[in-house]
């Protein structure tokens, strides 16, 4: 064992139980798709530490090509209830999360925007159950129907394209703490072609 540093111990215990090692890590393999809310509200401060976290996420040349909507009235969440077929959901909350490439200054970076968006949005996924909210992405870019709908009943210029839509509000429903590990998606050094 003189040889065993004891940081490679710890790595070794993790990959054996990373959900009870690490609260990070427990916060990542807890976070599930809820799709069952309870009757109760979401504290405005929370919503605001969401946008937070939000904003913390990296993005090509830090340009920051997003903008968030939020949205708490009753009717235009029954309407995004009505008319999005995969978001019947009777969250007490939504975030629509923007892309605004017109923010990149630099036009690299514009063609980014997707991936800086759908940062932005794990963040708050991730940081919604470490508050002990419960969230569900619903896709909206680039199915042209979905993004007409959300444009309507958020009020979108044209220049503003929603990538989807997020349901916050306290979980009415309990699923496991896992991850879909998967060893044949993973390659080491080069992509290895398998017969299994
Ligand atoms: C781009 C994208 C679009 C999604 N669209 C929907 C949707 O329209 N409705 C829904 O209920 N869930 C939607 N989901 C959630 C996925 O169904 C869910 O993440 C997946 O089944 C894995 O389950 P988990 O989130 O509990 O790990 C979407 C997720 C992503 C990333």
């Known amino acids: 064992m003189d040889n065993v540093h004891p940081s490679m111990f710890s790595s070794y215990i993790l990959t054996l139980f990373p959900q ?10 807890h976070r599930r798709s809820i799709r069952k809310y309870a009757d109760q509200l979401v504290e405005p401060e929370k919503l605001d530490l969401l946008l937070k976290a939000a904003m913390a996420a990296p993005s090509a040349m830090n340009c920051k ?5 939020v ?7 029954a309407q995004f209830r009505k008319r999005l077929i995969f978001g019947n959901r009777n969250a007490p909350a939504a975030i629509v999360v923007c892309g605004n490439p017109s923010l990149s200054t630099n036009p690299a970076a514009r063609l980014f925007w997707v991936q800086d968006c759908s940062l932005a949005g794990e963040n708050i ?6 508050l002990g909210l419960g969230t569900v992405w619903v ?3 680039p199915v042209g129907e979905f993004v007409r709908v959300v444009r309507e009943i958020a009020g979108l210029p044209k220049h503003i394209t929603p990538l989807g839509l997020i ?6 429903e309990e699923k496991p703490a896992r991850t879909q ?3 044949k998606r993973v390659h080491w050094q080069k992509y290895e072609k398998r017969m299994r």
């Open 20 to 29: 009870h090692m690490n609260p990070t890590l427990e916060t990542i393999f």
């Open 65 to 69: 090509p997003w903008e968030f909507v």
């Open 71 to 77: 949205i708490t009235e009753p009717e235009k969440l």
């Open 125 to 130: 996924l991730i940081a919604a159950e470490g």
């Open 139 to 141: 896709g909206v870019h």
């Open 167 to 172: 349901y916050v509000g306290y979980p009415a």
């Open 181 to 183: 590990y998967d060893e």
